[in-house]
């Protein structure tokens, strides 16, 4: 009989982790096209994200000198937003910032959900599309303008 046969071997395991990640959003601050009755039935959907600053934004991969553009966020006038700031954060973004750094000054920044055809074939698909400043610019990050985020739902 001869010695058994033997071989090195490397087992690698890889996992994937992944989370759900739920965030409230102050009812004046979100929006949906009229006609729909619930967000699985509309086309259209945004958040108006005014808390980001020119260094957030940069640090996520916007375009920096397109966030440098940008107008200056002038504050929030609405009653429900003055009623939620306990401690008087509006009176920093209408002063100008409050800040000597640029980096720091607030930025208006909506994020817009829209299904449709935008590269030309169908089925019609879910984007993000991010504008910024009272200019509304669709912003880039990394290139782009608009990120695909799925398939819709079957028509």
Same mark, same amino acid.
């Given at each position: 009989?001869?010695?058994?046969?033997?071989?090195?071997? *490397?087992?690698?395991?890889?996992?994937?982790?992944?989370?759900?990640?739920?965030?409230?959003?102050?009812?004046?601050? =979100?929006?949906?096209?009229?006609?729909?009755?619930?967000?699985?039935?509309?086309?259209?959907? =945004?958040?108006?994200?005014?808390?980001?600053?020119?260094?957030?934004?940069?640090?996520?991969? =916007?375009?920096?000198?397109?966030?440098?553009?940008?107008?200056?966020?002038?504050?929030? *006038?609405?009653?429900?937003?003055?009623?939620?700031?306990?401690? @008087?954060?509006?009176?920093?973004?209408?002063?100008?910032?409050?800040?000597?750094?640029?980096?720091?000054?607030?930025?208006?920044? *909506?994020?817009?959900?829209?299904?449709?055809?935008? @590269?030309?074939?169908?089925?019609?698909?879910?984007?993000?599309?991010?504008?910024?400043?009272?200019?509304?610019?669709?912003?880039?990050?990394?290139?782009?303008?608009?990120?695909?985020?799925?398939?819709?739902?079957?028509?």
């Amino acid at each position: 009989m001869g010695s058994p046969v033997t071989h090195d071997v *490397t087992i690698v395991t890889t996992r994937k982790l992944a989370q759900a990640w739920v965030m409230d959003v102050p009812p004046e601050e =979100f929006g949906i096209e009229r006609s729909a009755r619930s967000i699985g039935d509309c086309n259209c959907c =945004f958040h108006e994200v005014v808390t980001k600053t020119e260094a957030q934004l940069i640090a996520e991969g =916007f375009d920096a000198s397109q966030i440098r553009a940008l107008l200056p966020h002038p504050g929030t *006038t609405e009653i429900e937003a003055l009623a939620r700031d306990t401690v @008087e954060e509006h009176l920093s973004a209408i002063a100008g910032g409050g800040s000597a750094s640029s980096a720091a000054r607030l930025v208006r920044i *909506t994020e817009h959900y829209v299904r449709m055809d935008y @590269e030309g074939s169908a089925p019609h698909c879910l984007y993000q599309v991010i504008i910024g400043g009272d200019q509304a610019e669709i912003l880039g990050r990394h290139d782009k303008d608009c990120m695909r985020l799925g398939a819709s739902r079957p028509d």
